[in-house]
């Protein structure tokens, strides 16, 4: 049943102590209202019958006992889901990479995908950050936010950046002494399309704020006398 | 060289060490050797050894002990806290405070500025020895 608008019902029998009640049994037979249920029902609490229960089909013994007695595995009842984003990263946060080919850039964040990893873009044309995952803990987050209202980021998921499948070729002789790989990875124009239009709406709310530009292209490093523990993000 | 700050009734000190760290009080009564009852607007008046105290400059003009209404009265007509931002030591704690809530992009944006303002310079500089050369 869809509860209905109600009110959070208050405890009929509140604590004075811990393991210790302010009613009575009686008192809360009582305000429990079971004389009034008993009444209604002609002296006797209601009750229904058990349904009949499905008649199980006929086990056979089984066929194989096991040697030694199979210990069975413990009861997990943990759920998958992404990992928890930290209060700090919250769509159009700039965010700095610290680790991998873009370390050190600074890059502005759009969304968590179901995998938990960050989705980020450069933009592009700012600093050569494509859109790409990136796992929150190799990330600092700055409290600089860009707007990010003018952009559509519902297409992407994981799967968008998954490795692509090829269909596995035949074994020839002639083919190994060819050159092996004659197509390099060229990047498909749907996503360089993808790309683009992303980065069209953002880089416009970029330019909006003197100097973010520039700060966006520009890598962070540790300069001396910076304390990393002291200093504010 | 003689003592120019004393500890008396009505010096401005600055905290140094413990919660309080930071903060202007007045010494408003001595305890004994080590201590001092020390009072500020914001905070409950109570005692602190001297160690625990940088004396400044400024002094202001109360009796052993007054209440906080006095108190407060008195710093207004000393003008103790436009005295003390006004003053080189107040001005570097106030400068050190804004460097280190500078966000990321904050300091970036005063590299840019240091940057300009060194080329500002420079070229002054680049004129001023074209003349004299």
């Known amino acids: 049943m869809a509860p ?166 035949k074994k020839g002789e002639g083919e190994f002494f060819e050159a092996e790989k004659e197509e390099k990875n060229v990047l498909p124009q749907d996503k360089k399309d993808d790309q683009k239009s992303v980065d069209a709406a953002l880089i416009k709310s970029i330019e909006a704020v003197p100097d973010l530009k520039s700060y966006l292209g520009a890598r962070f490093s540790l300069k001396a006398g910076m304390k990393p523990h002291e200093l504010v993000f | 060289m003689p003592f120019k700050r004393y500890v008396e009734i009505g010096r401005i000190a600055l905290v140094n060490y413990g919660k309080d760290y930071g903060k202007l009080v007045v010494i408003v009564d001595v305890i004994d050797q080590n201590r001092a009852l020390v009072d500020a607007p914001d905070m409950v008046r109570g005692q602190m050894n001297f160690k625990r105290l940088t004396l400044t400059d400024i002094k202001i003009d109360i009796k052993r002990v007054p209440n906080k209404k006095t108190l407060i009265a008195a710093m207004e007509a000393a003008d103790v ?33 240091k940057i300009k303002k060194a080329g500002v310079v420079r070229q002054e500089l680049a004129k001023l020895k074209k003349e004299t050369a």
């Open chain 1, 4 to 169: 209905q608008q109600r009110k959070p019902h208050v405890c009929r029998n509140p604590d004075l102590i811990r393991g210790v009640g302010k009613y009575s049994r009686s008192k809360m037979y009582h305000k429990r209202g079971l004389w009034a249920i008993k009444a209604k029902n002609g002296g006797a609490f209601p009750k229904h019958e058990k349904k009949a229960a499905a008649a199980a089909p006929a086990e056979k013994p089984p066929k194989f006992y096991p040697a030694d007695d199979v210990k069975k595995p413990l009861v997990n009842k943990r759920k998958a889901r992404p990992t928890k984003l930290r209060a700090s990263i919250t769509p159009g946060t700039v965010l700095i990479i610290l680790a991998g080919r873009f370390k050190g850039k600074r890059v502005v964040f759009l969304k968590q995908l179901t995998s938990g990893l960050l989705l980020v873009t450069g933009p592009f044309k700012i600093n050569g950050v494509p859109l790409r995952r990136v796992n929150q803990s190799y990330v600092i987050a700055t409290s600089t936010k860009v707007d990010i209202s003018g952009v559509n980021v519902e297409k992407f998921d994981d799967k968008y950046f998954g490795k692509k499948v090829e269909k596995k070729k």
């Open chain 2, 81 to 113: 806290k436009s005295k003390w931002e006004n003053s080189s030591w107040g001005r570097k704690l106030i400068v050190q405070k804004k460097r280190a809530s500078l966000n990321d992009f904050d300091r970036f944006k005063v590299m840019l500025a």
